[in-house]
């Protein structure tokens, strides 16, 4: 019964986050929420439910682990996303097309991954109010960094929008891409006020199924002996960002390589934020400081496959033979990470 649940839960969070993504996507659009910030604030809360539903219920369940598990995962996840997708669509060469912005976020993306790996090395047991000084560390960084990033944006005439669901906070999109959303997708005839209340609906369901799959979740790891860490780096993880598979193929489709990979990369950047609001839920001391050791491993393993990602968009233009062998690797690598990840969780 334990199984059938998580698997239920999972479906349902993957297939309400999707239309909680369009009924965001449409409130952005079309009503005075629209603007820069608070339009990607809204898509960025609504896509990211998912992740900080299981996060929070793990807080709750006194489960730190299923809630680090369930961020470093996720980022894992979704690099991988970045990889499928890029081999899949391979003649297209998506990840040369890249703006100087998009690279600045990869660079902040290792940045705070690096910083996180530091974190779970060191064993910072310092706190400030009870939240730990290694997540507000880390929180200024990211406030910081996409600062920076948006002035890239201005600079380089980019101009912030929101063309297919996804999870982003600023990110360069080509204006044809727009133009092909508005042509393609059957979002635009749903009214403001069904969106609205789609989006509140969905939420509530979001929450719940969320918080069973953590629950259900956490029951799986005790009566497998997989244990927390595990559970929360790949099960739960996938089951949360499958989601953002849907708005990166539909990038793909739609050429907008900007929004495939800024999408993924921008999610990463907001799971940050997620660590410090179960930090401050978490009372028993700094998350990193409690969070098990495994989670270095999963750590490193973000920043092995970000500083590919970073070498496949920085690259010259190569040979098309050769152009799939960095995403080929990474989809291997991940692989071998989670394997690792496995064999390390059961030794504790």
Known sequence: MVYLLFVISALVTIVVAVRLSTYADVISHKTAFGGMI?????????TSLPEVTTSVTSILIN???????????????NLLIIAVFDL????????LHTTRALKYTAVLALYLSMAVFLFLLAKFPYEIWGVGVDTLFLIAVYGTGMVLI???????????????????????????????????DPSRDIPVRQAWIGFIVASVIILVAGSVLTMTGDRIAKLTGLGSTFVGSFLIAASTSLPESVSVYTAFQLRNYQLAIGSVLSSNLFNILILGLTDLLYRKGPLLYMADETHRLTAMSAIVLLGIVLYAMGRR????????????????????????????????
Do not use: C, H, W
């Open 63 to 77: 489960s730190p682990d299923l809630a680090v598990g369930n961020v470093l995962g996720s980022n894992l996840f």
């Open 317 to 348: 233009q190569p040979r098309p033979l050769f152009y799939p062998l960095p995403s080929a690797m990474l989809v291997v690598l991940y692989f071998v990470y989670s394997y690792l990840i496995y064999v390390n969780s059961s030794q504790y």
């Open 38 to 46: 608070i339009g990607a604030v809204l898509l960025a809360v609504a």
């Open 150 to 184: 948006s002035r890239l944006n201005k600079e380089d005439g980019a101009e912030v929008s929101v063309p297919v669901t996804r999870k982003t906070m600023s990110i360069p999109v080509k204006a044809e891409a727009d133009r092909g959303r508005q042509s393609n």
């Open 88 to 95: 899949y669509f391979r003649q297209q060469q998506g990840l």
